[in-house]
């Protein structure tokens, strides 16, 4: 269905509106045009300092320091914070296992766990600033290793368990970790996914890990390797994993977490975020997008392998004191109900998803959600890719009944938090990620840089620096200011493209450069053609997102075989299998076309853009660079 660029308004409920912690967008915006440091440093207040900031912000362009001097701990805030208040006997998390296993933990007993695994990675010889790689299911224990890293400084790097072995390697190695933690596998679609041995496929050439932690999860049989892998269970039963453990006192700029996100070109990036300025944005954006309240129950179903379960399965909702709900498995498992009855199990007030989880439950039929009861229902929220209108309407109508707003947020893994998003009191139009969040000045612009006029398509920007922006490229400041500055100096090039209608409402359209979003997830060409080439058969390689119907895009290679190699059906699939080891399942591609020779620059680069018109049979515009 295509967008309706200008669309009819979707109001909230006057009853829903009178109780909102903001009731007024334009008067906060306004505000916070006006006097923005005055603006963060009174959210920056609502949280726990050791020590107070000095500056607000250092805007060394286009590197930003926020809240300098001050001294902080986001774990601290996540949780002692709480514990130190009646919300010790609170649920912080609501956990619930594929084979509909149930655990919860209230926020002293979450304490706790973070406390204990924080020894246990202390006495492992873990220091501030060291980094942990997490390699695990969607577990708690992947709540709790984030935590506990944090708690004691440690930087922690998540790597999603939907990637394998080539993807896990590269982001170690980059990040150059001493430990990994991992899980004997995860349930997932009725299905055990093992894990522990592409740990030791990836971790045979990661010269900087010392030790594997290993959760027992599945009671799989693993090897492990003795002197190098421990049982996460042995290790939470000696006598050094205290409960008690004393948060350290970070400085508000000290990096709190790498997180791997494909690029333009080459490896990933590894993007750095901070205790202080990424802990006060997502802390905000949770609470004024989701109006999250005390009693609230949130369900974010992303995992916490990308950035949207960082931010909003645990950190947002832990640091406002919310219950935060995790579910291990597949959607439609056993049933196509599955979530619908967690949604009702739970009691769940504020469900945050995916618009490709939407369009594929939207098959199944309305049926089976009406069988569940969805009135605890408040906000809804949809992140990833654009959603489409006649996705937006069901889940507006079957899923929230007509009663709660969607919240159709626009945002990445760089920004950290949400940047172009309604807050509940927002007029909505389906489609429409609307305006930017208070205190974010956004804009669309030409190639010149210059704004364009309203339904003219452009490029998406961010015109002053935010909290929770990246701080950096790990090891790798060149190309952060490369990548984000160097498009159209002065302001923060996100890589998507849009356009603003007449009441300046935004429409994300996709984007433009060799990101491919695939049901949302986010991949590289380059990490998927090299993956293609590392195959004895492929000379060269290019990967393309064609557009699909459920998963927003596909992936589509064309491949150039070696010479004595010939194109076969078998041969297609085995590349396939091959990526799918390599980078991981979610990478596979869904088409590949052999052929003789590849479109590129005079320089050699292939130009993606003239496949990608090609194959939709568009018009291949500028073709003066294209070699003869
Ligand atoms: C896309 C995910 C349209 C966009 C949080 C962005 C969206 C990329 C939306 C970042 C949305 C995210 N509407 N497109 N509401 N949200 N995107 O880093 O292309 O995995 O640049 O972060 O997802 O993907 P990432």
Redesign the pocket.
Known sequence: MSTNHNGEFFYPSEELKSKLHVKNYDEIYQYAAEHPESFWSVIASELSWFKPWDKVLEWEYPFARWFVGGKTNIAYNALDRHVNTWRRNKLALIWEGENAEVRTYTYLQLQREVNRFANVLKAMGVQKGDRVSIYLPRIPEQMIAMLAAAKIGAIHTLVYAGFSVEALRDRINDAESKIVVTADGGFYNGKVVPLKNIVDEAVSKCPSIISVIVVKRTGADVDMTPGRDLWYHELMALPIASPKCDAEEMDATDPLFILY?SGTTGKPKGVVHSHGGYMVGTYITTKWVFDMKEEDTHWCTADSG???GHSYVVYGPLLNGATTVMYEGAPTYPLPDRWWSIVERHNVTIFYTAPTAIRSLMRYGSSWVNRRDLSTLRILG??????NPEAWLWFYKIIGQERCPIM???????TGMHIITPLPCTPLKPGS?SKPFPGIVVDVVDEEGESVKPGEEGFLVIKTPWPAMLQTVYKDPERYKQQYWSRFPGVYF???SAKKDEDGYIW?I??VDD?I?VAG??LGTAEIESALVSHPAVAEAAAIGKPDPLKGNIIKVFVILKFGYEPSEKLAQELKNHVGHELGPIAKPAEIQFVESLPKTRSGKIMRRVLRAQELGQPVGDLSTLEE
Do not use: F, L, M, N
């Open positions: 996100t990308w950035v949207t949809s992140v990833g890719e654009p959603i159709d947020t626009w945002w990445q893994t760089e990620a996100a890589g998507d994300i996709g984007r990101v979003k997830y986010r």
